[in-house]
């Protein structure tokens, strides 16, 4: 080791605590980068790979009965690779030993057992085999929720009849990597089974002989979706097509995009914070050390080592302390991503998912750290390369100080000799004191952006569960019933109160714009599942007209009095003109509602419903479930009340991992920063405070000084962080919107108060830290020391 | 005829601050022979440390030529003045310039490690008689024994050219002399020309010959018959 290495790593030894400090805060946007990069990559790899192998489909589409035969017109559009008309049904489960009804989602296998599109990955067992009326093979998911294995039985409602079924594979689809209910809002896995059973079961079950009612396309290379598509509904109008949507409007494969989005967007903004105020912590102590060393350096350059040879050095003490924050960054990064990945696995079906830890993940994260180290390093390097060996022989000029405001504080006699002294140091540097305010700041910002998050997500559920969706159930019919249906619910037992609802897909459209989407009718005073104004005020509905969600108005460009184009996509497949009344609030779908008879009345029916959302007493449950599990015209049971206490259990775990990695990561930032801060002016001013303490001040009185000078920026720091956490909040929410979810961002005042509390102790902490060192300052040694 | 090692003509220097044109130096002439030992004298701001300075290839000149051997370091780039003093200068400065956080043997080795024809770091501090201290960072040194590890770390290389800014500057006169007879016995043994800025006239004693600054100008050189050892030096 050269006598320059063996300097350097004693300047290491030295700097260790703040080198640290930094290291950390590196660390943190090595970690996260890598987490978020790593997971981001695994999760989209392992899509991929699983969407090709397993021949995911590019369209899907719904239909009430299609002949057979369609089957082969479609399959002859320009652009169309493979064609998989299916039978889709829903149906109620009954689970021995289970009391709530599940629902199940089946979809036909073909007699010749091969899927030419959404093909099966098979964990357990084999497919169902041609007449085997009772066999039927389950998602893995709920064959682990129930502990189910090849060869388990439970009942089902399959068209009219109650049937025992067989397991007889355990598999997982493309098609089902996220699974919700009908009528869900959490996936529940015990509660929800994707089936698999043979299309001729299906068929005469469901009275589909030589027809189908869904159909799955894979695509061309270079097909044209959009005209695939058209030429789709175009072939399936007369057969009641709703339809055909494009894979990214797919629900599982929407909520495995927003997931990859949401990690996409994490990526892009937590790293960089962390880099940036890395960078600043680098810049600061590294130009604090060299101004301290400008004779050292000019030594250096006297004693005939050349500029860059004398930069490089300051340099590797830089990229040496980039090195140990990637090193720590990348483990903490790798431990983080390992346990993201698996709580993926929980809400994710794939069949096989690990954290890619690829090299070029590593080499990134430390190419941008270092190169974020170096940045940071940048000026000061600057200073050490032109430093002239001549002058870096002199000591630097002393430091000019300005009376701010013209001296007026001083005369006002407001503050104390040491606050003047503490307020000037700081005015002296007004951009270093501004930056290291605003790197204080970020720290107040990350924790206020994660509690902003938490109390989002709170609003968000108390807006949907209790505010507009209200009900203990829901049930929906296999098909629309007359309203004489809603009678017969009423009857149930344990059935408190009841409200019906329609369900009916249409085009909507004004001018250009257009989208299928469902309109939803409801009893015009609507108690239970409620519709709610941008107030989040009940709505009632008017007896003609639309009430059109925010995104939907907005995608649209409708407003309150335009009239909308409505084409109904069942039975007649009416078009009609209908106002728009009033633009209500959703946060979850493309929501539009209506009067239920006047909607029925539109579509050129007589009064029809889809299902019942119902109140439910508690005591009687058990008798409902059993009668509903005895209904066939109940093809699916949504439990709200269960929904709602599994999102907040849910929430509650993720939401406690996230407030502890943002409170981490808060923490390391306040702490890297105040205490680099703290140190450095301690190192410019020692020699003044040791003055003081010769002059006869209590070592609490000048460490006064310092503290007065920390407790002014993290003051400033406060507001700055506020108003941060705030345009970052709205960034993100923003950012993270899409059609199926969207969460209003909501920060509290409250939330201001424990970020800055969080920051503050984290302040204080490294204040006292350093206070210590006041504390032990050796007066005569300080006093020595020229500069 | 005696070798010229360093041949200096009509060399300026103006130091510009701002509005400000400080004249360090306003044409200085003057040659340093082979192995001969000079003595700067002169009032403080006079431009010695200026002119040391800029022999050393610490500082440029503003105009004229400074000229050491056959390299014109009046023209020389940044590189060249880098590789010149590496390779031919060695320099002691008043506050000893120690890097602190390097031992005294470190300190020494610092130079030694890029120098050509160097000595062991050993070898060197045996010179200055700190051998037994080599292990010491430069706190745990006094003074005087801090301005000998400059001194060792400045003779290690064997430079052919040694350039001293106030060596004794900050010592008493007992460690003065230890720190010139260290000076002086490099001068003697290793033929290294040597030239030492001082604010004590009696030094001029010790050197072949002094020269005399004032504001800027070389005014008067001074050449001693003979050349006393500092010992015998009066203080
Ligand atoms: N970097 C600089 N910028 C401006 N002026 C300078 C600079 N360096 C030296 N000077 C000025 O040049 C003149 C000569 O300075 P120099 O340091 O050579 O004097 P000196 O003879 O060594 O004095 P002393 O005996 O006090 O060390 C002085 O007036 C000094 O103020
Ligand atoms: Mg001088």
Same mark, same amino acid.
């Given at each position: 080791?050269?006598?320059?290495?063996?300097?350097?790593?004693?300047?290491?030894?030295?700097?260790?605590?703040?080198?640290?400090?930094?290291?950390?805060?590196?660390?943190?946007?090595?970690?996260?980068?890598?987490?978020?990069?790593?997971?981001?990559?695994?999760?989209?790899?392992?899509?991929?790979?699983?969407?090709?192998?397993?021949?995911?489909?590019?369209?899907?589409?719904?239909?009430?009965?299609?002949?057979?035969?369609?089957?082969?017109?479609?399959?002859?559009?320009?652009?169309?690779?493979?064609?998989?008309?299916?039978?889709?049904?829903?149906?109620?489960?009954?689970?021995?030993?289970?009391?709530?009804?599940?629902?199940?989602?089946?979809?036909?296998?073909?007699?010749?057992?091969?899927?030419?599109?959404?093909?099966?990955?098979?964990?357990?067992?084999?497919?169902? !085999?041609?007449?085997?009326?009772?066999?039927?093979?389950?998602?893995?998911?709920?064959?682990?929720?129930?502990?189910?294995?090849?060869?388990?039985?439970?009942?089902?409602?399959?068209?009219?009849?109650?049937?025992?079924?067989?397991?007889?594979?355990?598999?997982?689809?493309?098609?089902?990597?996220?699974?919700?209910?009908?009528?869900?809002?959490?996936?529940?896995?015990?509660?929800?089974?994707?089936?698999?059973?043979?299309?001729?079961?299906?068929?005469?079950?469901?009275?589909?002989?030589?027809?189908?009612?869904?159909?799955?396309?894979?695509?061309?290379?270079?097909?044209? !979706?959009?005209?695939?598509?058209?030429?789709?509904?175009?072939?399936?109008?007369?057969?009641?097509?709703?339809?055909?949507?494009?894979?990214?409007?797919?629900?599982?494969?929407?909520? $495995?995009?927003?997931?990859?989005?949401?990690?996409?967007?994490?990526?892009?903004?937590?790293?960089?914070?962390?880099?940036?105020?890395?960078?600043?912590?680098?810049?600061?102590?590294?130009?604090?050390?060299?101004?301290?060393?400008?004779?050292?350096?000019?030594?250096?350059?006297?004693?005939?080592?050349?500029?860059?040879?004398?930069?490089?050095?300051?340099?590797?003490?830089?990229?040496?302390?980039?090195?140990?924050?990637?090193?720590?960054?990348?483990?903490?990064?790798?431990?983080?991503?390992?346990?993201?990945?698996?709580?993926?696995?929980?809400?994710?079906?794939?069949?096989?998912?690990?954290?890619?830890?690829?090299?070029?993940?590593?080499?990134?994260?430390?190419?941008?750290?270092?190169?974020?180290?170096?940045?940071?390093?940048?000026?000061?390097?600057?200073?050490?390369?032109?430093?002239?060996?001549?002058?870096?022989?002199?000591?630097?000029?002393?430091?000019?100080?300005?009376?701010?405001?013209?001296?007026?504080?001083?005369?006002?006699?407001?503050?104390?000799?040491?606050?003047?002294?503490?307020?000037?140091?700081?005015?002296?540097?007004?951009?270093?004191?501004?930056?290291?305010?605003?790197?204080?700041?970020?720290?107040?910002?990350?924790?206020?952006?994660?509690?902003?998050?938490?109390?989002?997500?709170?609003?968000?559920?108390?807006?949907?569960?209790?505010?507009?969706?209200?009900?203990?159930?829901?049930?929906?019919?296999?098909?629309?019933?007359?309203?004489?249906?809603?009678?017969?619910?009423?009857?149930?037992?344990?059935?408190?109160?009841?409200?019906?609802?329609?369900?009916?897909?249409?085009?909507?459209?004004?001018?250009?714009?257009?989208?299928?989407?469902?309109?939803?009718?409801?009893?015009?005073?609507?108690?239970?599942?409620?519709?709610?104004?941008?107030?989040?005020?009940?709505?009632? $509905?008017?007896?003609?007209? $639309?009430?059109?969600?925010?995104?939907?108005?907005?995608?649209?460009?409708?407003?309150?009095?335009?009239?909308?184009?409505?084409?109904?996509?069942?039975?007649?497949?009416?078009?009609?003109?209908?106002?728009?009344?009033?633009?209500?609030?959703?946060?979850?779908?493309?929501?539009?509602?209506?009067?239920?008879?006047?909607?029925?009345?539109?579509?050129?029916?007589?009064?029809?419903?889809?299902?019942?959302?119902?109140?439910?007493?508690?005591?009687?449950?058990?008798?409902?479930?059993?009668?509903?599990?005895?209904?066939?015209?109940?093809?699916?049971?949504?439990?709200?009340?269960?929904?709602?206490?599994?999102?907040?259990?849910?929430?509650?775990?993720?939401?406690?991992?996230?407030?502890?990695?943002?409170?981490?990561?808060?923490?390391?930032?306040?702490?890297?920063?105040?205490?680099?801060?703290?140190?450095?002016?301690?190192?410019?001013?020692?020699?003044?405070?040791?003055?003081?303490?010769?002059?006869?001040?209590?070592?609490?009185?000048?460490?006064?000084?310092?503290?007065?000078?920390?407790?002014?920026?993290?003051?400033?720091?406060?507001?700055?962080?506020?108003?941060?956490?705030?345009?970052?909040?709205?960034?993100?929410?923003?950012?993270?919107?899409?059609?199926?979810?969207?969460?209003?961002?909501?920060?509290?005042?409250?939330?201001?108060?424990?970020?800055?509390?969080?920051?503050?102790?984290?302040?204080?902490?490294?204040?006292?830290?350093?206070?210590?060192?006041?504390?032990?300052?050796?007066?005569?040694?300080?006093?020595?020391?020229?500069? | 005829?005696?070798?010229?090692?360093?041949?200096?003509?009509?060399?300026?220097?103006?130091?510009?601050?701002?509005?400000?044109?400080?004249?360090?130096?306003?044409?200085?002439?003057?040659?340093?022979?082979?192995?001969?030992?000079?003595?700067?004298?002169?009032?403080?701001?006079?431009?010695?440390?200026?002119?040391?300075?800029?022999?050393?290839?610490?500082?440029?000149?503003?105009?004229?030529?400074?000229?050491?051997?056959?390299?014109?370091?009046?023209?020389?780039?940044?590189?060249?003045?880098?590789?010149?003093?590496?390779?031919?200068?060695?320099?002691?400065?008043?506050?000893?310039?120690?890097?602190?956080?390097?031992?005294?043997?470190?300190?020494?080795?610092?130079?030694? !490690?890029?120098?050509?024809?160097?000595?062991?770091?050993?070898?060197?501090?045996?010179?200055?008689?700190?051998?037994?201290?080599?292990?010491?960072?430069?706190?745990?040194?006094?003074?005087?024994?801090?301005?000998?590890?400059?001194?060792?770390?400045?003779?290690?290389?064997?430079?052919?050219?040694? $350039?001293?800014?106030?060596?004794?500057?900050?010592?008493?006169?007992?460690?003065?002399?230890?720190?010139?007879?260290?000076?002086?016995?490099?001068?003697?043994?290793?033929?290294?020309?040597?030239?030492?800025?001082?604010?004590?006239?009696?030094?001029?004693?010790?050197?072949?010959?002094?020269?005399?600054?004032?504001?800027?100008?070389?005014?008067?050189?001074?050449?001693? !018959?003979?050349?006393?050892?500092?010992?015998?030096?009066?203080?």
């Amino acid at each position: 080791m050269g006598a320059l290495d063996i300097k350097l790593f004693r300047d290491l030894k030295r700097l260790w605590a703040q080198a640290i400090a930094i290291a950390l805060v590196l660390a943190c946007g090595v970690a996260t980068l890598i987490l978020a990069v790593g997971t981001f990559r695994s999760l989209e790899e392992t899509r991929d790979a699983y969407y090709e192998r397993y021949k995911f489909g590019d369209i899907f589409a719904t239909a009430v009965r299609v002949p057979d035969a369609k089957a082969r017109e479609i399959a002859e559009i320009d652009g169309v690779a493979a064609v998989e008309p299916r039978i889709f049904e829903v149906a109620l489960l009954d689970v021995e030993g289970f009391r709530e009804p599940a629902t199940g989602l089946i979809v036909s296998v073909p007699p010749s057992g091969e899927l030419a599109v959404n093909d099966l990955f098979i964990r357990r067992g084999r497919l169902p !085999e041609p007449g085997r009326v009772n066999e039927v093979a389950i998602d893995a998911k709920f064959a682990e929720a129930q502990r189910f294995s090849v060869g388990s039985r439970f009942d089902a409602i399959l068209g009219s009849a109650k049937t025992t079924l067989t397991v007889v594979g355990i598999v997982m689809s493309p098609e089902y990597v996220y699974s919700l209910g009908p009528g869900d809002m959490m996936p529940d896995s015990r509660r929800l089974a994707d089936m698999w059973m043979p299309e001729e079961t299906l068929a005469s079950l469901y009275d589909l002989d030589g027809a189908f009612n869904s159909v799955s396309v894979r695509l061309l290379r270079d097909a044209n !979706e959009t005209a695939v598509i058209e030429a789709i509904d175009d072939l399936l109008e007369p057969y009641g097509g709703t339809g055909a949507v494009a894979r990214k409007d797919q629900v599982s494969n929407a909520f $495995l995009q927003g997931e990859l989005d949401q990690l996409q967007g994490m990526a892009r903004i937590i790293p960089p914070i962390f880099l940036l105020v890395s960078a600043f912590l680098i810049n600061m102590i590294l130009s604090r050390l060299i101004e301290l060393e400008r004779e050292q350096i000019g030594l250096l350059k006297a004693l005939g080592y050349g500029r860059t040879a004398v930069a490089w050095h300051y340099l590797k003490l830089v990229l040496v302390i980039a090195a140990i924050g990637v090193v720590i960054g990348a483990g903490v990064g790798t431990w983080l991503g390992r346990g993201m990945t698996v709580m993926y696995t929980r809400f994710f079906s794939f069949p096989f998912l690990v954290f890619r830890s690829d090299v070029d993940i590593y080499l990134i994260a430390a190419g941008v750290s270092m190169a974020a180290a170096a940045a940071g390093a940048l000026k000061a390097i600057g200073v050490v390369f032109a430093l002239p060996p001549a002058v870096a022989m002199r000591p630097p000029a002393p430091q000019v100080y300005r009376q701010f405001m013209g001296g007026l504080l001083g005369r006002m006699r407001l503050f104390s000799q040491v606050t003047t002294m503490a307020l000037r140091h700081l005015v002296r540097h007004p951009v270093r004191t501004l930056l290291t305010a605003i790197g204080t700041a970020f720290a107040v910002a990350l924790m206020g952006v994660a509690m902003g998050t938490l109390s989002s997500v709170d609003f968000m559920i108390d807006a949907v569960f209790f505010r507009t969706e209200r009900q203990d159930a829901t049930l929906a019919f296999s098909s629309e019933r007359p309203g004489a249906a809603y009678q017969a619910v009423l009857k149930l037992p344990g059935v408190m109160a009841a409200e019906p609802y329609l369900d009916l897909p249409v085009e909507i459209g004004n001018g250009q714009y257009s989208r299928q989407l469902s309109i939803i009718g409801k009893p015009a005073r609507t108690d239970l599942s409620r519709v709610l104004d941008l107030d989040l005020d009940p709505v009632v $509905l008017p007896s003609t007209g $639309l009430a059109l969600g925010d995104r939907v108005a907005d995608i649209l460009r409708l407003r309150p009095g335009d009239l909308a184009r409505v084409t109904f996509l069942d039975g007649q497949r009416r078009t009609v003109e209908v106002p728009v009344t009033q633009v209500i609030q959703s946060y979850i779908g493309l929501m539009m509602f209506m009067d239920i008879d006047a909607l029925a009345r539109l579509s050129g029916t007589g009064p029809r419903i889809s299902g019942v959302h119902l109140l439910i007493d508690d005591s009687q449950l058990d008798a409902l479930y059993r009668a509903v599990k005895e209904t066939p015209q109940i093809a699916a049971v949504a439990l709200q009340s269960r929904s709602r206490q599994r999102f907040q259990e849910t929430m509650r775990e993720n939401m406690s991992m996230m407030l502890t990695v943002y409170l981490t990561l808060s923490i390391v930032i306040a702490f890297g920063v105040v205490y680099n801060s703290a140190r450095i002016q301690l190192s410019e001013r020692g020699r003044e405070l040791a003055t003081l303490r010769v002059l006869g001040f209590h070592r609490a009185e000048v460490s006064n000084v310092l503290f007065i000078e920390i407790g002014a920026i993290v003051a400033i720091a406060q507001p700055i962080g506020w108003l941060i956490a705030t345009g970052l909040g709205l960034v993100i929410t923003e950012s993270l919107a899409t059609d199926m979810f969207r969460v209003p961002f909501v920060i509290e005042p409250g939330t201001f108060a424990i970020s800055s509390i969080v920051v503050v102790i984290a302040a204080l902490i490294s204040a006292l830290i350093v206070r210590r060192r006041i504390d032990a300052l050796d007066l005569v040694r300080v006093l020595k020391t020229r500069e | 005829m005696r070798e010229a090692v360093f041949r200096i003509r009509d060399l300026s220097k103006v130091y510009r601050t701002g509005n400000v044109e400080v004249k360090a130096l306003r044409g200085v002439d003057a040659d340093l022979f082979h192995g001969e030992l000079t003595v700067m004298l002169g009032p403080s701001g006079s431009g010695k440390s200026t002119f040391l300075n800029i022999l050393g290839g610490l500082d440029t000149a503003t105009a004229g030529e400074v000229r050491y051997r056959d390299h014109d370091l009046s023209s020389a780039s940044d590189r060249d003045l880098t590789r010149y003093r590496r390779d031919h200068v060695g320099f002691v400065f008043q506050f000893y310039n120690l890097i602190p956080s390097l031992t005294a043997k470190e300190n020494v080795a610092l130079v030694t !490690e890029i120098a050509r024809n160097a000595m062991p770091p050993e070898e060197a501090l045996e010179l200055v008689g700190l051998k037994e201290r080599m292990g010491h960072f430069p706190a745990q040194l006094s003074g005087g024994e801090q301005q000998r590890v400059a001194i060792a770390r400045a003779v290690a290389k064997r430079p052919e050219v040694m $350039l001293c800014d106030e060596p004794t500057g900050a010592l008493d006169s007992k460690t003065g002399i230890l720190v010139l007879e260290a000076l002086t016995a490099t001068n003697r043994e290793l033929g290294t020309t040597t030239a030492i800025i001082t604010h004590n006239a009696t030094i001029g004693s010790i050197a072949d010959r002094v020269f005399h600054f004032s504001d800027g100008r070389i005014t008067d050189v001074l050449e001693n !018959e003979t050349r006393l050892s500092p010992s015998d030096v009066d203080w």
